[in-house]
């Protein structure tokens, strides 16, 4: 079973603020979830390659040469974006890190 | 259907605005009651069905015009995960309220190349993130055989649209069988190509490993026609496949005498239902009736696949979600659903420090046994046959409290996934109380031919 | 001091390649106006996808080969999560642990600097903080950047002052980084811990200092950070893995970042992008094509005979270099060579053979016979009265001058010396 402390951990790693009625509803779904997964220790993967890219002559991949630029106009760019300013997308401060 | 409309557009019988304008008016008319769609784009539809009738009408060689333009005046449904281009996109979620892409998916271009008409955003499991379409922000699908019950996911809306008429092509995804189960939900037939055999640029990325761009249509000769305009190299995805793009409707019609079928003893366990195993076993029998072998085969690490995808799905999940901080495009991240944020924990805990390797890298070892049961399997036969779901369309609400119970629906469609398997789910018969029971034809590597070819057999028996 | 330093430093290069390192966009981050290079990939949009520049992996294999790091067969890159403004993704995409390289050194005054490994990944977006908010400029955001990683082996803030300068160097002679520290081009991290003079063990902990924007930055960080961590452990204090930043004005450095408050970045191998994967010969390939490193260049100069001021100018100047090269093949001995490069200002726009050219005219034509030249000696002083007068009067300037009219009459081949002599003699006469 998840601890309040593992959830908390693991919601400001991933940036989500929860509420107090998230955190008592997921605790229980994820722990059950991540009790089914553990299935896997059951089998033996000794000496076994983990496998990132399922198509095995997928590798080597560039650029290519003829693709044009999809640059986007200052406009697009922030057309989306909540606050902007002198052509800048525009966030609340954060600590210089 | 698609052959159907272009020959009426050749012999003038019809235009693109009329054929648009039938099924607009279908899916403005049904779309209350089933909610396929989150936003039928009607204006846009209609402009672009007049340009092309243009086209038509000043073209001088209009077989030319035709083979150029596969999909001439078909409307088309998209999964609102794929970006289009001054179209509101929502993932069905609310934090992308709002969100106008500035730019297109490489699919939907070719889509428009091909003439064919986007008629508007299909709804869908928020962040493709279900297999019932009830996690949508939007309002669940219904299923057009019965109101009372899921569609499927998380491309409901294809399901629901293909079916109902709502439109002739739904384009969704599949990651872990986010196509093939609503299309055997909802009588329809789902394509999962190969991984890599239709770009995945500009559409919203769920697990990228593992995400197949799809689409569901009503006939398997439908389906063969799209593959053929939305396959092949996109430079702007890296992990596009270069291998030539075939004539997939050529070979439809080819004979299966002599064909290896397996069917994996783990894929009809007692788990899944009796009216669905009876509907595979009568399909088997056609198959044999029509000269195919049937072959008895062991998949041994099946039960693992649901785990493996449990870990990596939502570790990649994690990350792809991490972009949506609100700075950009979007709203705040507690604007993310429930699942959503499910998954986002899930995924920052397995890959985080201290589980990675117990976890993910554990989880991809598996993954490497699961490829080689499918590789040896292969060996012995041209094709994997099996049900898409263990249980028959569930009632909405069902599973809606249950996530784990919601995630076992995905256990005979991960398998394809985690391999990069092309994998094609047919209409295989009716339950007793009329609900659609689909069939899975899982192939190799770029196989897609051979699926249709197996496919199309069973569905002209079936007619 | 009982103490003593152990450091190593992180560098970043920015690469002049074209484009940006994954997406088609120029790589000009230096541009004035805000968010006008930026394509979805750049700016994170969803549904965009990177793509590899190839021209990056070429610029940092030939980096890592010509510092003499073991170029890798396979090269894996993968994400780097974390949240910050300046990384739209929410990740960053790197290849730490499937590097460009590995391995290899620089001798910096007979100390081995070791390479831990040399990668790639992509810059972040730039951020600007004022008013109490956030300007993000997606410009820089994907431009290509080498790391190096060195070994804690520099026993002296000067050895990777020097260190540094050499990397931006090699930088600029392959053409792969312009290196400029004002620019962002090159950026440095400092990693400071001390321990006792006879210990040989590393300290289990070490102080990060980042965003270092030049070497005088470096060294007051450094020296403070040094003083700092002794007196810390002298009164006895353990010293944490932490983050500090240098505040150039109050002169100290602060905490930014404790071990507990650590980023857990949850590297995964990015699925986006397929593994790279070389061939011995296509890596022996790279090898055999580097150019000449500065220190081999300057072994050679050294032992050509030239002064140490003389090397250094060939190895910051390319063009003069080249031209002395040319010299020494049309048959000059390199002292001649470098003195003709190198001193004589009215050749700096010439070329190797235009120098030759003149040499030869000046040998040829040399006006070296007292008769000739006083006939232009009569000429120059006919022509100057007043230069006359003031030599006359004790100038020793006008004398130069006379001198340099006879140069000019004569197109540079009267024999200076001589000339002086003949006005001399022609000027106590009149």
């Known amino acids: 079973m998840l601890s309040r402390e593992e959830i908390l951990h693991i919601a400001q790693l991933a940036k989500l603020e929860l509420t107090e009625n998230e955190i008592n509803k997921y605790l229980p779904q994820l722990s059950e979830i991540l009790k089914y997964v553990e299935k896997l220790n059951e089998i033996s993967t000794d000496n076994i390659e983990p496998t990132s890219h399922a198509i095995q002559d997928l590798k080597n991949r560039y650029q290519d040469e003829k693709t044009s630029e999809r640059t986007l106009t200052n406009e697009q760019v922030l057309k989306n974006a909540k606050e902007t300013k002198d052509g800048y997308v525009v966030t609340k401060g954060v600590f210089e890190e | 259907m698609i052959n159907e409309i272009r020959s009426k557009i050749k012999s003038k019988k019809a235009s693109c605005v009329e054929v648009t304008k039938e099924y607009l008016e279908r899916a403005e008319k049904l779309n209350p009651k089933l909610n396929a769609y989150i936003s039928i784009t009607k204006d846009i539809a209609l402009k672009e069905a007049k340009r092309l009738d243009q086209e038509v009408d000043s073209s001088h060689d209009l077989d030319r015009l035709l083979q150029t333009k596969l999909l001439l005046g078909v409307p088309v449904g998209l999964k609102d995960i794929y970006s289009t281009e001054g179209i509101e996109t929502t993932a069905a979620s609310n934090i992308l309220k709002g969100y106008i892409p500035q730019y297109s998916a490489t699919v939907v271009r070719r889509l428009e190349d091909a003439g064919a008409i986007i008629i508007g955003k299909l709804n869908n499991d928020a962040f493709a993130h279900g297999a019932s379409g009830e996690n ?46 609503p299309a055997s939900f909802t009588n329809t037939v789902g394509l999962k190509p190969t991984y890599g055999r239709v770009s995945r640029y500009g559409i919203i990325a769920m697990a990228s490993s593992l995400d197949s761009i799809g689409h569901i249509t009503t006939s398997v ?186 995630y076992l629906m995905d256990i005979l469609t991960v398998p394809a996934n985690l391999a990069g398997l092309p994998a094609l789910a047919i209409p295989a018969g009716f339950s007793k109380s009329g609900l659609p029971i689909g069939l899975q034809i899982i192939g190799k590597h770029f196989d897609e031919a051979k699926l249709f070819n197996v496919g199309y057999a069973l569905e002209q028996e079936l007619k | 001091m ?162 540094s300068k050499e990397i931006q160097l090699i930088a600029r002679k392959l053409k792969i980084s312009d290196a400029d520290m004002e620019k962002g081009q090159m950026r440095l991290e400092a990693n400071i811990s001390v321990r006792k003079k006879e210990e040989k063990q590393l300290p289990n902990y070490r102080v990060e200092i980042k965003n270092i924007n030049s070497f005088s930055f470096m060294k007051k960080a450094v020296e403070y950070e040094l003083r700092r961590q002794s007196e ?46 070389f061939s011995t010969s296509e890596l022996q390939k790279i090898t055999t094509s580097l150019p000449d490193m500065p220190s081999v260049l300057r072994s050679k100069l050294q032992e050509d005979g030239l002064n140490l001021q003389y090397v250094e100018i060939f190895i910051q100047d390319e063009l003069i270099y080249s031209k002395y090269l040319d010299l020494l093949n049309l048959g000059y001995i390199p002292l001649k060579a470098a003195d003709l490069v190198i001193n004589i200002s009215s050749y700096k726009n010439s070329s190797a053979n235009e120098i030759h050219q003149l040499e030869m005219k000046k040998r040829e034509n040399k006006i070296d016979n007292s008769d000739e030249l006083k006939q232009f000696a009569l000429k120059v002083t006919e022509l100057n009265p007043k230069a006359v007068e003031d030599f006359k009067a004790g100038s020793e300037n006008s004398l130069q001058f006379l001198i340099g009219q006879i140069m000019k009459e004569t197109n540079g081949k009267a024999d200076p010396l001589l000339s002086k002599q003949v006005l001399i003699d022609l000027l106590k006469n009149k």
Request: glycine share 8%.
């Open chain 2, 136 to 181: 949508s922000d939007f309002g669940v699908t219904k299923n057009p055989f019965d109101e009372k019950r899921v569609a499927g996911g998380s491309s409901s809306g294809a399901g629901t649209s293909v079916a109902a008429e709502m439109s002739v092509i739904g384009m969704g995804t599949d990651t872990g069988g986010s196509v093939r189960n």
């Open chain 2, 221 to 406: 000769e439908d389906s063969a026609v799209v593959l053929k305009v939305t396959a092949g190299y996109d430079p702007y995805d890296a992990t596009s496949s270069q291998s030539a793009v075939l004539d997939y409707e050529k070979s439809l019609t080819d004979s299966i005498s002599g064909l290896k079928i397996g069917i994996p003893e783990e894929f009809m366990s007692s788990a899944i239902d009796a009216e669905i195993a009876d509907a595979v076993n009568k399909s088997l029998k056609i198959y044999e009736k029509l000269g195919a072998e049937i072959v008895p085969i062991k998949l041994k690490h099946t039960e693992y696949a649901l785990a493996v995808y449990y870990i990596l799905m939502p570790s990649e999940v994690s990350s792809n979600l991490a972009r949506f901080d609100g700075i950009r495009f979007g709203k705040n991240r507690s604007e993310f659903g429930d699942e959503a944020k499910r998954r986002i924990m899930i995924g920052t805990y397995t890959l985080s420090s201290g589980y990675y390797d117990a976890y993910y890298l554990k989880a991809q070892k598996v993954r490497t046994l699961i490829i080689e049961d499918y590789k040896k399997a292969f060996e012995k036969v041209d094709v994997i046959v099996g049900p898409v779901s263990s249980v028959l369309p569930p009632l909405i609400g069902e599973n809606v409290n249950d996530p784990l119970k919601m």
């Open chain 3, 2 to 163: 009982k103490y003593e330093l152990v450091l190593g430093l992180e560098i970043h290069l920015q690469l002049t390649t074209e484009r940006k390192m994954f997406c088609s966009c120029k790589n000009e981050p230096f541009n004035s106006d805000p968010n006008i290079n930026v394509c979805p990939v750049c700016l994170g949009l969803p549904g965009a996808l990177p793509v590899l520049n190839q021209e990056a992996i070429n610029k940092a294999q030939l980096f890592v080969a010509a510092l003499k790091s073991k170029l890798n067969e396979k090269i894996i890159f993968e994400r780097k999560n974390y949240f910050y403004p300046d990384i739209p993704k929410g990740y960053q995409i790197t290849c730490p642990h499937y590097p460009i390289g590995v391995g290899g050194s620089l001798n910096i005054d007979d100390i081995e600097i070791k390479f831990r490994e040399i990668h790639l990944e992509e810059d972040t977006a730039k951020s600007l903080h004022k008013d109490g908010k956030t300007f993000v400029d997606y410009n820089k955001s994907g431009v290509p950047l080498l790391e190096i990683v060195t070994e804690p082996d520099f026993k002296s803030v000067d050895q990777a002052v020097k260190f």
């Open chain 3, 232 to 277: 810390a452990l002298d009164k006895g204090d353990t010293l944490q893995q932490e983050t500090r930043g240098f505040n150039e004005v109050k002169g100290i450095t602060v905490v930014q970042r404790s071990k507990e408050n650590a980023h857990d970045y949850r590297y995964f191998p990015e699925p986006d992008i397929p593994p790279l994967e």
